[in-house]
């Protein structure tokens, strides 16, 4: 896939390149994957067929660049690195139900593709071996600061982590819980595998932060 940098394109390919990547995102929202059709798609972001497959070879590639912009996006939004430890791992878990729950058929389609998709594929890449390493660039900072156990592995927790997020918003897909209670649900589960490692140090805040949950209130600026 051909990676052009932002900084070198000019105001009016920026603007275009955006217009480009939202109608993807809500073409793929309303008609769903197999619903998208280049040339259609190329006349509602107002560029020519040819400019856009000059740009994005295929389908495919369009759909994980579109994807990629509003991962960076979602991480610039939610200001912190994996460096943050367990403020990166909470951060990251609320940007993502927020951003499902502003988005939720954009963010459905992207499920089905992950859940069909071979381990080789470009979106396996990018939704889970790339998350799976930032998760554990968090926990390795928690380890080492004392907030999870000395023996634990940073690998395997990561591994399990993800599991229960990609679990719950399956079972958002099938309709086992409902959207609104999508978020409170996903952190319930982060806490809870976190929880299992923690050590004496971080074990407070994640019970407080499951204490607010159980209440029914969200804690968005806990520290």
């Excluded at 993807?24 to 798609?41: A, K």
Aim: contains cysteine; glycine residues 4%.
């Amino acid at each position: 896939m051909r990676r052009v940098r932002l900084s070198a394109l000019t105001p009016l390919q920026r603007a275009r390149r955006e217009r480009i990547l939202t109608t993807t995102r809500d073409q793929l929202s309303n008609l769903g994957y197999d619903g998208i059709n280049m040339r259609d798609l190329a006349a509602a972001a107002e560029v020519s067929p040819t400019t856009l497959y000059n740009l994005y070879e295929n389908k495919d590639v369009l759909v994980l660049s579109a994807l990629e912009e509003q991962l960076t996006r979602m991480g610039k939004e939610a200001g912190v690195q994996p460096s943050a430890g367990l403020d990166y791992l909470l951060t990251i878990s609320r940007a993502i139900t927020r951003q499902i729950v502003e988005t939720p058929r954009w963010a459905d389609a992207i499920a089905r593709l992950l859940f069909q998709a071979q381990p080789e594929d470009p979106i396996t890449r990018t939704l889970l071996t790339d998350a799976l390493k930032d998760r554990q660039a968090a926990l390795t900072v928690m380890q080492q600061a004392g907030e999870i156990d000395a023996d634990a592995d940073p690998a395997c927790i990561s591994r399990s982590l993800m599991g229960a997020a990609w679990s719950t918003i399956m079972l958002w897909t099938k309709d086992v819980i409902t959207l609104e209670a999508l978020p409170a649900e996903y952190l319930r589960n982060q806490l809870h595998v976190l929880l299992a490692a923690a050590t004496p140090k971080s074990r407070r805040r994640l019970a407080r932060e499951l204490a607010h949950l159980d209440k029914g209130t969200v804690n968005e600026n806990s520290g």
